[in-house]
């Protein structure tokens, strides 16, 4: 049995399609789905049970067995404009120890969602050597309370006997409920839908025009099949990181969401918020060395065909995977 908490979520419940694909249905789905539209991503897939996660997390504390072989932490808020340190501090951090801790004691697979968000600035890298990590600035409290959880399984030793991983910019369907933190694929597509054109920030570092920030985007269903990499390799654990490996600018991005419509290029650049400015990433480029080193054997997704695939696969008809 695999546990995917965070399973009715953006990447979690593409977690779910990817080993239904594999024939598999013995999943157990640990969520909270609240007042959200995320229950929408469980309809068309097969799972054992739901349950939400405050009474998992009780059963993980009773210390009952509970015949579960892998758990798959992608559970988060994932929100880069949270100001609830508390909150965080208890949802990402308190809790991701609690299910390690009972992984790493009952022999269970554990695999979790750090962040790219972890790194900052970029001004050490972006380079997934645990050895780094102490050293890491976060620019936000959803970054740090990654990144705490991160440094803490490497001070107490466990890092070795668990996966954790670095997400860069995923991409791609069943995101449709993430509000503002939805990518800028989905913005971008609204957008021009409904004015034929997008706006981008502009630039107030003088090293990068407008719209010539850069970021690594990847497209969710390669970052679910590296994620699902780590099921099967059960010898291989550490942080990694999860992205392309090739930084794009925000105008490729945009552009291929233009040409996937058959419209015509329309961007305006807009002044950057200050609450922004000194939290805004003008650079990010995953470093997957360490993942292919690991044996992952699959080509990564170029950004045009990914925005191509989602567009007109999702975007146009509102589908979710498994439709």
């Not at 780094?132 to 990144?147: E, H, T, V």
């Not at 597509?189 to 706006?199: L, N, P, Y």
């Amino acid at each position: 049995m695999i546990v995917i908490t965070g399973g009715a979520g953006f990447i979690g419940s593409a977690i779910a399609w990817r080993v239904n694909n594999q024939g598999k249905d013995d999943i157990i789905i640990v969520d909270e789905l609240g007042h959200t539209e995320k229950w929408k991503n469980l309809v068309t897939l097969n799972y054992q049970d739901f349950i939400n996660k405050d009474e998992f997390i009780k059963q993980i504390e009773s210390g009952v067995k509970l015949g579960i072989e892998a758990i798959i932490h992608m559970g988060a808020n994932s929100s880069t404009t949270e100001k609830d340190a508390d909150y965080l501090i208890n949802n990402n951090y308190e809790y991701t120890k609690k299910l390690a801790k009972y992984c790493v004691e009952n022999n269970i697979r554990f695999i979790y969602a750090s962040s790219a968000a972890t790194y900052g600035d970029g001004s050490l890298g972006f380079n997934d050597e645990e050895k780094i990590c102490q050293s890491l600035r976060p620019l936000n409290m959803y970054g740090y309370s990654k990144n705490l959880f991160d440094v803490w399984a490497i001070k107490y030793g466990i890092i070795d006997k668990i996966v954790g991983l670095k997400y860069f910019n995923v991409f791609g369907p069943n995101e449709y409920h993430k509000s503002d933190m939805r990518s800028v694929v989905h913005k971008a597509f609204e957008q021009i839908k409904s004015t034929g054109k997008v706006e981008l920030f502009k630039s107030r570092n003088p090293n990068y025009k407008d719209g010539e920030q850069k970021r690594d985007f990847i497209y969710v269903k390669d970052a679910v099949d590296m994620t699902l990499f780590f099921l099967e390799k059960k010898n291989k654990n550490g942080i990694y990181n999860i992205g392309s490996g090739k930084a794009r600018t925000w105008n490729d991005l945009v552009t291929a969401i233009f040409k996937a419509l058959n419209k015509p290029v329309k961007i305006e650049y807009i002044e950057l918020p200050e609450y922004l400015v000194e939290k805004y990433q003008y650079f990010t480029e995953a470093r997957i060395d360490k993942i292919k080193k690991a044996g992952y054997p699959h080509p990564i997704t170029s950004l045009e065909d990914g925005v191509t695939d989602y567009v007109k696969s999702f975007l146009l008809s509102g589908k979710h995977l498994g439709e």
